[in-house]
């Protein structure tokens, strides 16, 4: 089965910084990933599909990189509305796997 | 709009059973997978179960395998969770899921508690 590290499981960051969130796969899943975003008592929500194509209505301070085992989401300027936490998700084949988790923090 | 719509969480004791629906609505339901995930209060998300569109095909994640069964009917637009031999660590926020063109899941319910305790 193919594990998903994410790092780091915590952040601390200021409205206008630019964050990197990174995820690893234990091998290569090609461009099979996709980054959520979750606010507290809220399902997550899609943010960008393989690997870096935005998802529509998404705003272009979020994109994605990567391919095989290494990616990253990258949020260019935070907003205030950015403060949640985010997962990867692998999708290569079964069993599907998430990330840990990263919460951004003020 | 797609909408997913799950039901059927409560207050269950150790051993017991539960089954959980998803209803949607927005989408024609019968053309896509479905799956499962899950989140215990305060944890990450965890991957549970997928079914493919004619449920031809079935997967588990090796946590739940055995003791809980995926299932649909297109006819009504539902997905379903039979959870059986629930344990505490079965206590979580319960999430109905498409899956997308990509293949990764692009709509997400609003969720169903599940409390397992005596």
Same mark, same amino acid.
């Given at each position: 089965d193919i594990q998903m590290a994410q790092s780091p499981s915590s952040l601390s960051a200021s409205v206008g910084d630019r964050v990197t969130i990174t995820c690893r796969a +234990?091998?290569? /899943?090609? @461009?099979d990933l996709g980054w959520y975003q979750q606010k507290p008592g809220k399902a997550p929500k899609r943010l /960008?599909? @393989?690997? $870096?194509n935005l998802q529509g209505g998404?705003?272009?301070r979020f994109s994605g990189s990567g391919s095989g085992t290494e990616f990253t989401l990258t949020i260019s300027s935070l907003q205030p509305e950015d403060f949640a936490t985010y997962y990867c998700l692998h999708h290569n084949n079964y069993p599907y796997s998430f990330g840990q988790g990263t919460k951004l923090e003020i | 709009e797609v909408q997913l719509v799950e039901s059927g969480g409560g207050l269950v004791q150790p051993g017991g059973s539960l089954r959980l629906s998803c209803a949607g609505s927005? *989408? +024609? *339901? $019968? /053309?896509y997978s479905m799956n499962w995930v899950r989140q215990a209060p305060g944890k990450g998300l965890e991957w549970l179960s997928y079914i493919s569109r004619t449920s031809t095909s079935i997967y588990y994640a090796e946590s739940v395998k055995g003791r809980f069964t995926i299932s649909r009917d297109n006819a009504h637009n539902s997905l379903y969770l039979q959870m059986d031999g629930l344990r505490a660590e079965d206590t979580a926020m319960y999430y109905c899921a498409r899956l997308g063109g990509a293949g990764d899941i692009d709509y997400w319910g609003q969720g169903t508690l599940v409390t397992v305790s005596s």
């Open positions: +234990s091998q290569g /899943i090609r @461009n /960008i599909y @393989n690997a $870096s998404v705003p272009s | 927005g *989408f +024609s *339901f $019968s /053309i």
